[in-house]
């Protein structure tokens, strides 16, 4: 009798072990978003949705078949292990110009690129109609959302929504990029092939400590390159969202000619220039009366700005040897 007690309690602890070890594992490891039918109106575009505390994503079912669903979803899951800290990073960084409560964001699958301005995008955010829609791969996606998302908040979530152009893309940039960590687009690498991370590997861009692209140093180089006249001749995507011939960045562009990483870092410039509440409180101003807020004219500006982001490369330690 005393050895059948014995072994009956034996068992208990071990089946109490295996359960607590069970409760610690899930804990340790969050659960997977669930997938839902979509009972919607666009159902038969997107038959399933997930949600998330700052997103619903609809999910199309040509981009499933495309993928295949275990790749499909593989890359699902994988960028929603950081879209909740990234999104939550960037109304942090925007609080007190943005609303205080922020409704979550339709984010809606394109892969087979229906959508003609995915010729040209990875990803946009429509303003009408609210929702971003994200371009060809999970890659992609995982390297535009974050500034597609900041466009949704200083666009639709704040009494002075940004300008198009200078102002909505520079600040996109700025923050995405620049001020945030940005985890889905540093996952991916932002997207760079191999060549490309080999040389920015040389010239500096790299953290080593979590072994991939520094984002900050990608915009900061990047931007000091175009003021290098390396793209001189080239067509570049400007933050008038088209794709236009570079010329003498020695003539100043004029603001709505600027690149992205340009306006990225021309918005770093400001902030530390004039402070973060004067550049936030003014995204609403017409690109052409930058001198109204500023002070100066455009041009003169971005004279001020090269020798600005030159001083930064250096102390960035990022180095040009092989731009040319």
Known sequence: MKKTALSVRVLCCALALLMLSATLAACGSPSKPKIEENKGENAATYPYVVHTKSATWYLAADDIALLGEDAFYEGLYQILENQEQDFADAREALKGFIDAKIPPIEIHTDFCNKAVISG?????????????????????????????????????????????????????????????????????????????????????????????????????????????????????????????????????????????????????????????????????????????????PFPEAYQKWIAWNTQKCAELGLNFDDVG
């Open 120 to 296: 040209i995008a990875g990803a946009y955010y429509h303003p009408q109609r609210n929702f971003i829609k994200v371009f060809d791969s999970w890659e992609m996606a995982e390297s535009t959302l974050l500034h597609e998302y900041v466009h949704y908040l200083t666009i639709h979530c704040t009494q002075q929504p940004a300008t198009y152009g200078f102002y909505a893309e520079g600040v996109a940039n700025y923050i995405s990029a620049i001020v945030c960590k940005n985890r889905m687009a540093r996952s991916v690498n932002f997207g760079c092939g191999e060549q490309e991370l080999a040389t920015y590997k040389a010239g500096g861009a790299w953290d080593e400590s979590e072994n991939c692209l520094d984002l900050p140093k990608y915009f900061f180089g990047t931007a000091q390159v175009y003021t290098m006249g390396a793209m001189n001749g080239m067509d570049y995507y400007s933050v008038s969202d088209i794709m236009e011939p570079r010329t003498d960045p020695l003539a100043a562009p004029l603001i709505w000619h600027v690149s992205h990483a340009e306006a990225a870092c021309i918005m770093a410039y400001l902030v530390e220039t004039y402070g973060r509440d004067t550049v936030l409180q003014n995204l609403g101003t017409a690109p052409e009366d930058f001198e109204t807020v500023y002070g100066l």
